[in-house]
């Protein structure tokens, strides 16, 4: 047998010799040379010495300070020899190495990860590019030194902990006494064995504050913010703890001119390669329709997604939240090694022990302070009593036996002064006194150190103070770092709520729907031959509706091809592709119950069904036949005309029917007698108008969606050619129809109906010169992108109005050199409605503190040719007026 090794075995069989050491866990039973060990005992004893292992000293972060292992040897390693200058991370790689165990290349990666969240470390060099995902340069190019940051709230040498390291030559932290909730201001993710820790960064701002509020016995709520921006949903959060659920979306918008998706923001952990790969994943397998991807990613993002002419930009990007990694989700798992045991919490309770953490080594600072500046006060006192009382001409005696009886001599001196003192005098003082060379005893100034004494007690009084009021400094110590480092780290993730996109609305439709309607065969890979009909565009993922002409239906997946008919009845009369809960298409139906029973006629829609499940339209008599039937997207109702078959005795041939007359109802309704005798045919007599209301409209804020769910602010009811006219930020205005599926930029102003009687009110400054100009243009329809302001001027809207004679004050800047402070506006006098690209009259050019719209100016009220009142606004229904209405007067004014 091979010196050093042992064997290990099954119960049956001998295998191959395997390393000693790699079984040799820590507290396992000793194995002597040359025994015989079965697998099942070696997974028994030393596999839960392994996970452990990996858990405490690799993957999870430690609560105190919210650090790995390797992190924590890093920084300490760095600030071992930090001298202010920048040094070659292989340096650093290199002394980190006496500390951790476990290679060069593990140190490597964590310190670049480090050094790419810009908290801890100023770097130098390539560091690479958590946009692009490319790697950071080899280490003997690149360079790091601690931040002025870590240097302040990561280090006190006094307050660490210490253990040894791996090899018992150095010492290392325990723990790092850092005063600052490090853990989530960086986030973390470590997957170890079993477990997997995964801490999503939050705002540097945000946690100050926070912070600051838990001092205060204040609620608070905190959710991530990402390097990479992007907007997320934290509906289903759960404060990170298990169970919650984080959605996260890329930023984007359409550009007209570009005729293309920008993308400008991309989710956590996503990178714009990544991006673009999922994206053309997507259009390879016919999700969606584009023309090419672009990345330009450098230090921005933009990943430029073209499309062909006819896709809408809205559904697409629906349909890039939906199939590629525009959105992804995340499940926190908010593990941390609490006791040296791994324990799940809540990112609130996080945050708690961090502040509590912080206070307590805040205290113990100041104490330590405290002992050190009591020292001090001792020292100089001591110093002092020592030359003002000619103590020290002891030593100048000769009449002493032995140095020993001179120095309790000089104890003895001090014997009535020692109430002086706020500890006691012991023999080290005077030892420490007598070691005092003799020219400095001749240069000691009393004065000084009088000085220096009433210093000390003023520092001694504050901290004592200090510690007294523990709670109020510390929320000062939050706002001192809130105040010195937040500038520059303001919230970049846009928190908003996130609509749930059905992936069969977005989906592209890049196949075509064919139906054999005698054979009852259908799909999109249907053969091309006699009888073979073009339905429709659809997608993969599209349920199709099927109608027979026995009077079943049934709902079912579109596939290559297949067979939609029924033993009793292959015959198609409608099939189209299906939408779940649409309740604007209503069918119209006529058909004979049995083979001479009445004719039938209703009217239906089809909201809830199980797919592959048929349904009877009629009574269910045997030979029913339908023998009329319309499907009409709006609710359309047509009039026919129904040709009786010719008999003796029948008065009556033909009659015109209006569907209009009869109402709507479920898919089980049996329907109205349309009439006794048999039908010959039926014909249309004229084209059907929706019988349907108006819909309502809402728009809700939180997802910037349309919806008739009335969430958010009314907008009103629309319908047929009815827009929605939309004010931009930037200086734009636009009008686009009530799609639901609809996007909105994230700089709109206003939304509201269009009426082309509103007349909008615009104050806008200069951005040469910061005068403030007023102007005055009629809504109107505009399909395309229309500026209210000039292009690439840079000027910015500071306030608006709705108000037909609306009335504006003016409060100026004290200093403003205006010779009054304030002044009232009659806007529709002053200014008349001209176009929206006029530059409009200039409304002051002194400095304006705030602007404010007041009551209105009645509107006039008109006469008929008969002298009866006109109301003006009478075309609008009464809910719009009041839609209108919301919301007419808004200032942006920044002070």
Same mark, same amino acid.
């Given at each position: 047998?091979?010196?050093?090794?042992?064997?290990?075995?099954?119960?049956?069989?001998?295998?191959?010799?395997?390393?000693?050491?790699?079984?040799?866990?820590?507290?396992?039973?000793?194995?002597?040379?040359?025994?015989?060990?079965?697998?099942?005992?070696?997974?028994?004893?030393?596999?839960?010495?392994?996970?452990?292992?990996?858990?405490?000293?690799?993957?999870?972060?430690?609560?105190?300070?919210?650090?790995?292992?390797?992190?924590?040897?890093?920084?300490?390693?760095?600030?071992?020899?930090?001298?202010?200058?920048?040094?070659?991370?292989?340096?650093?790689?290199?002394?980190?190495?006496?500390?951790?165990?476990?290679?060069?290349?593990?140190?490597?990666?964590?310190?670049?990860?480090?050094?790419?969240?810009?908290?801890?470390?100023?770097?130098?060099?390539?560091?690479?590019?958590?946009?692009?995902?490319?790697?950071?340069?080899?280490?003997?190019?690149?360079?790091?030194?601690?931040?002025?940051?870590?240097?302040?709230?990561?280090?006190?040498?006094?307050?660490?902990?210490?253990?040894?390291?791996?090899?018992?030559?150095?010492?290392?932290?325990?723990?790092?006494?850092?005063?600052?909730?490090?853990?989530?201001?960086?986030?973390?993710?470590?997957?170890?064995?079993?477990?997997?820790?995964?801490?999503?960064?939050?705002?540097?701002?945000?946690?100050?504050?926070?912070?600051?509020?838990?001092?205060?016995?204040?609620?608070?709520?905190?959710?991530?913010?990402?390097?990479?921006?992007?907007?997320?949903?934290?509906?289903?959060?759960?404060?990170?703890?298990?169970?919650?659920?984080?959605?996260?979306?890329?930023?984007?918008?359409?550009?007209?001119?570009?005729?293309?998706?920008?993308?400008?923001?991309?989710?956590?952990?996503?990178?714009?390669?990544?991006?673009?790969?999922?994206?053309?994943?997507?259009?390879?397998?016919?999700?969606?329709?584009?023309?090419?991807?672009?990345?330009?990613?450098?230090?921005?993002?933009?990943?430029?997604?073209?499309?062909?002419?006819?896709?809408?930009?809205?559904?697409?990007?629906?349909?890039?939240?939906?199939?590629?990694?525009?959105?992804?989700?995340?499940?926190?798992?908010?593990?941390?090694?609490?006791?040296?045991?791994?324990?799940?919490?809540?990112?609130?309770?996080?945050?708690?022990?961090?502040?509590?953490?912080?206070?307590?080594?805040?205290?113990?600072?100041?104490?330590?302070?405290?002992?050190?500046?009591?020292?001090?006060?001792?020292?100089?006192?001591?110093?002092?009593?020592?030359?003002?009382?000619?103590?020290?001409?002891?030593?100048?005696?000769?009449?002493?036996?032995?140095?020993?009886?001179?120095?309790?001599?000089?104890?003895?001196?001090?014997?009535?002064?020692?109430?002086?003192?706020?500890?006691?005098?012991?023999?080290?003082?005077?030892?420490?006194?007598?070691?005092?060379?003799?020219?400095?005893?001749?240069?000691?100034?009393?004065?000084?150190?009088?000085?220096?004494?009433s210093g000390i007690d003023a520092d001694i009084a504050e901290t004592k103070d200090h510690i007294?009021?523990?709670?109020?400094?510390?929320?000062?110590?939050?706002?001192?770092?809130?105040?010195?480092?937040?500038?520059?780290?303001?919230?970049?993730?846009?928190?908003?709520?996130?609509?749930?996109?059905?992936?069969?609305?977005?989906?592209?439709?890049?196949?075509?729907?064919?139906?054999?309607?005698?054979?009852?065969?259908?799909?999109?890979?249907?053969?091309?031959?006699?009888?073979?009909?073009?339905?429709?565009?659809?997608?993969?993922?599209?349920?199709?509706?099927?109608?027979?002409?026995?009077?079943?239906?049934?709902?079912?997946?579109?596939?290559?091809?297949?067979?939609?008919?029924?033993?009793?009845?292959?015959?198609?009369?409608?099939?189209?592709?299906?939408?779940?809960?649409?309740?604007?298409?209503?069918?119209?139906?006529?058909?004979?119950?049995?083979?001479?029973?009445?004719?039938?006629?209703?009217?239906?829609?089809?909201?809830?069904?199980?797919?592959?499940?048929?349904?009877?339209?009629?009574?269910?008599?045997?030979?029913?036949?339908?023998?009329?039937?319309?499907?009409?997207?709006?609710?359309?109702?047509?009039?026919?005309?129904?040709?009786? +078959? =010719?008999?003796?005795?029948? *008065? !009556?041939?033909? /009659? $015109?029917?209006?569907?209009?007359? %009869?109402? @709507?109802?479920?898919?089980?309704?049996?329907?109205?007698?349309?009439?006794?005798?048999?039908?010959?045919?039926?014909?249309?007599?004229?084209?059907? +108008? =929706?019988?349907?209301?108006? *819909? !309502?409209?809402? /728009? $809700?804020?939180?997802?910037?969606? %349309?919806? @008739?769910?009335?969430?958010?602010?009314?907008?009103?009811?629309?319908?047929?050619?009815?827009?929605?006219?939309?004010?931009?930020?930037?200086?734009?205005?636009?009008?686009?129809?009530?799609?639901?599926?609809?996007?909105?930029?994230?700089?709109?102003?206003?939304?509201?109906?269009?009426?082309?009687?509103?007349?909008?009110?615009?104050?806008?400054?200069?951005?040469?010169?910061?005068?403030?100009?007023?102007?005055?243009?009629?809504?109107?329809?505009?399909d395309k992108k229309t500026f209210y302001l000039e292009e690439g001027s840079g000027d910015s809207?500071?306030?608006?109005?709705?108000?037909?004679?609306?009335?504006?004050?003016?409060?100026?800047?004290?200093?403003?050199?205006?010779?009054?402070?304030?002044?009232?506006?009659?806007?529709?006098?002053?200014?008349?409605?001209?176009?929206?690209?006029a530059k409009g009259k200039t409304l002051t050019t002194f400095a304006v503190k705030e602007f404010?719209?007041?009551?209105?100016?009645?509107?006039?009220?008109?006469?008929?040719?008969?002298?009866?009142?006109?109301?003006?606004?009478?075309?609008?229904?009464?809910?719009?007026?009041?839609?209108?209405?919301?919301?007419?007067?808004?200032?942006?004014?920044?002070?």
């Amino acid at each position: 047998m091979d010196e050093g090794k042992i064997h290990a075995s099954t119960d049956d069989d001998v295998v191959e010799p395997i390393e000693a050491n790699l079984l040799q866990g820590e507290g396992a039973e000793r194995v002597e040379e040359g025994e015989t060990i079965s697998l099942n005992s070696m997974f028994r004893d030393y596999w839960v010495d392994y996970a452990s292992d990996v858990i405490l000293d690799r993957s999870v972060p430690d609560i105190d300070d919210g650090l790995k292992p390797v992190q924590r040897r890093i920084l300490h390693a760095m600030n071992e020899t930090d001298d202010g200058r920048y040094t070659k991370v292989a340096n650093i790689v290199g002394n980190t190495m006496q500390y951790h165990p476990h290679g060069d290349a593990s140190i490597k990666d964590a310190l670049v990860n480090i050094g790419q969240k810009d908290l801890l470390i100023d770097c130098q060099g390539n560091w690479g590019n958590i946009l692009t995902g490319d790697d950071a340069a080899a280490a003997r190019y690149i360079e790091a030194r601690l931040s002025k940051f870590a240097k302040e709230v990561v280090f006190n040498a006094k307050t660490t902990e210490w253990k040894p390291s791996y090899d018992g030559r150095k010492k290392e932290p325990v723990t790092l006494p850092i005063k600052f909730p490090l853990l989530l201001a960086q986030g973390t993710k470590g997957i170890a064995v079993t477990l997997t820790s995964v801490i999503l960064p939050y705002n540097f701002i945000e946690l100050m504050e926070s912070s600051i509020k838990i001092l205060k016995n204040e609620s608070f709520e905190i959710f991530p913010d990402f390097p990479t921006g992007g907007m997320i949903d934290v509906s289903r959060y759960n404060d990170g703890g298990q169970g919650g659920r984080l959605r996260i979306r890329a930023k984007m918008h359409y550009d007209e001119k570009r005729k293309a998706i920008v993308i400008t923001e991309v989710p956590y952990t996503v990178t714009t390669g990544d991006l673009k790969e999922s994206i053309v994943k997507a259009f390879e397998k016919g999700k969606i329709k584009i023309k090419k991807v672009d990345d330009n990613t450098a230090a921005e993002v933009e990943v430029v997604v073209y499309l062909p002419s006819g896709v809408s930009p809205d559904q697409t990007i629906d349909a890039l939240y939906t199939f590629t990694n525009c959105q992804i989700s995340f499940s926190p798992q908010t593990c941390v090694i609490v006791d040296k045991k791994p324990v799940f919490m809540t990112v609130s309770d996080i945050l708690r022990h961090s502040t509590m953490r912080t206070k307590e080594l805040l205290r113990r600072e100041l104490e330590i302070h405290l002992g050190e500046l009591e020292s001090r006060w001792h020292w100089v006192s001591l110093e002092k009593l020592f030359f003002e009382k000619g103590i020290y001409k002891v030593l100048e005696k000769r009449d002493f036996d032995s140095w020993d009886d001179q120095v309790t001599a000089i104890e003895r001196a001090f014997d009535p002064y020692r109430k002086m003192f706020r500890r006691e005098i012991i023999r080290e003082d005077v030892l420490k006194l007598c070691e005092r060379p003799v020219r400095k005893i001749s240069k000691f100034d009393i004065k000084k150190a009088e000085e220096e004494l009433s210093g000390i007690d003023a520092d001694i009084a504050e901290t004592k103070d200090h510690i007294e009021h523990l709670t109020d400094y510390a929320i000062a110590y939050f706002q001192h770092i809130l105040d010195t480092y937040g500038k520059g780290r303001e919230r970049r993730t846009e928190i908003r709520g996130f609509e749930d996109i059905q992936a069969v609305t977005v989906a592209a439709a890049n196949e075509k729907l064919y139906v054999n309607r005698t054979t009852g065969f259908a799909g999109y890979n249907l053969k091309r031959e006699e009888g073979v009909d073009l339905v429709c565009e659809c997608s993969k993922m599209d349920d199709i509706i099927v109608f027979r002409r026995d009077g079943t239906m049934m709902v079912t997946k579109v596939q290559e091809k297949g067979f939609v008919g029924s033993k009793e009845c292959t015959e198609i009369i409608y099939i189209s592709v299906f939408r779940k809960r649409d309740d604007r298409t209503v069918y119209n139906m006529i058909y004979r119950d049995g083979a001479f029973g009445y004719v039938m006629v209703k009217r239906f829609s089809v909201i809830g069904v199980t797919r592959d499940t048929e349904y009877d339209l009629t009574k269910r008599t045997k030979g029913t036949k339908v023998i009329y039937f319309t499907a009409n997207a709006n609710g359309e109702a047509e009039v026919i005309t129904v040709h009786h +078959v =010719s008999k003796p005795q029948l *008065r !009556k041939t033909s /009659f $015109d029917f209006d569907f209009a007359s %009869l109402a @709507i109802k479920g898919r089980q309704a049996a329907g109205n007698i349309l009439t006794r005798n048999a039908v010959r045919n039926i014909t249309l007599k004229g084209e059907g +108008v =929706s019988t349907l209301g108006a *819909r !309502k409209i809402w /728009f $809700d804020e939180s997802v910037k969606r %349309l919806n @008739i769910n009335e969430a958010g602010r009314y907008l009103g009811e629309f319908k047929g050619a009815d827009k929605i006219f939309l004010l931009m930020q930037s200086g734009v205005m636009r009008t686009v129809n009530f799609d639901l599926s609809n996007h909105f930029e994230d700089d709109l102003l206003e939304i509201r109906k269009l009426n082309k009687k509103n007349i909008v009110t615009i104050v806008y400054r200069k951005k040469e010169g910061g005068a403030h100009y007023i102007k005055r243009f009629q809504c109107d329809d505009f399909d395309k992108k229309t500026f209210y302001l000039e292009e690439g001027s840079g000027d910015s809207i500071v306030t608006y109005s709705f108000d037909t004679f609306p009335r504006l004050e003016v409060v100026y800047e004290a200093n403003s050199g205006k010779k009054i402070t304030e002044e009232i506006v009659e806007v529709y006098d002053f200014i008349g409605v001209k176009g929206p690209s006029a530059k409009g009259k200039t409304l002051t050019t002194f400095a304006v503190k705030e602007f404010h719209w007041l009551e209105p100016l009645p509107e006039p009220v008109s006469e008929d040719n008969e002298g009866h009142l006109v109301d003006d606004t009478a075309e609008d229904s009464n809910e719009d007026r009041m839609a209108l209405a919301e919301g007419t007067q808004i200032s942006l004014f920044d002070n």
